[in-house]
């Protein structure tokens, strides 16, 4: 019964210290104050001894605390440092990204602005002599020239084009509808 009664006083005592080790508590509570020793004999527990075990236990955790601590301080200094790096990068791509998409919307202005001269130029020609240049170029090239070209100068132009090129365009232009 007094076993039991210290058992019961050791698990209570376990929960209200968790700085205290159960084990260490149960081992007195059931031995009845009493502490096994390498020979086999046991030893009454002494409460300083116990205190100093304890203490050091706790100077043990503490020590791996502080070590664990380190390391993950370490390791939180290492990821900034990632991190800083990264966002760097980030930037610089950024900037990449933006400096591309600049130089491709200028191209595409050229591009644009060349082609209005073109057909400007197409427009103000005679239309047999724009048939004949026209005739010259790839037929993707003259499909394009026709789409962006008013209905007046298409007119105009459609009795100097080759027939199938025409047609193709025709051909496209009811697909769309």
């Known amino acids: 019964m007094l076993r ?41 527990l002494s409460a300083s001894r ?5 203490k050091a236990i706790q100077d043990a955790r503490r020590q791996q605390l502080a070590e664990r601590e380190a390391a993950l301080a370490a390791k939180e200094q290492e990821l900034k440092k990632l991190g800083a790096k990264l966002d760097s990068q980030i930037k610089s791509l950024d900037d990449s990204k933006k400096r591309l998409d600049d130089s491709f919307k200028t191209q595409k ?15 103000k020609m005679r239309p047999e002599q724009a048939g004949q240049l026209m005739d010259k170029l790839g037929e993707v090239k003259v499909i394009s020239l026709l ?13 100097y084009l080759k027939q199938p090129r025409v047609l193709k365009w025709i051909e496209e232009n009811l697909k769309g509808t």
């Not at 009845?32 to 390498?38: C, E, F, I, M, T």
């Not at 116990?50 to 304890?54: S, Y």
């Not at 789409?147 to 007119?155: E, R």
């Open 147 to 159: 789409n962006q070209m008013d209905t007046k100068t298409v007119i105009k132009l459609i009795p």
């Open 50 to 54: 116990a205190a100093r075990e304890e």
């Open 109 to 123: 202005k050229l591009r644009d602005e060349k082609q209005k001269k073109m057909i400007g130029l197409f427009k």
């Open 4 to 44: 039991a009664l210290c058992m019961a006083i050791a698990v209570i005592a376990a929960c209200l210290l968790p700085s205290a080790s159960p084990d260490r508590l149960i081992l007195a509570a059931t031995s009845g104050g009493v502490a096994p020793q390498k020979d086999g004999s046991e030893q009454p």
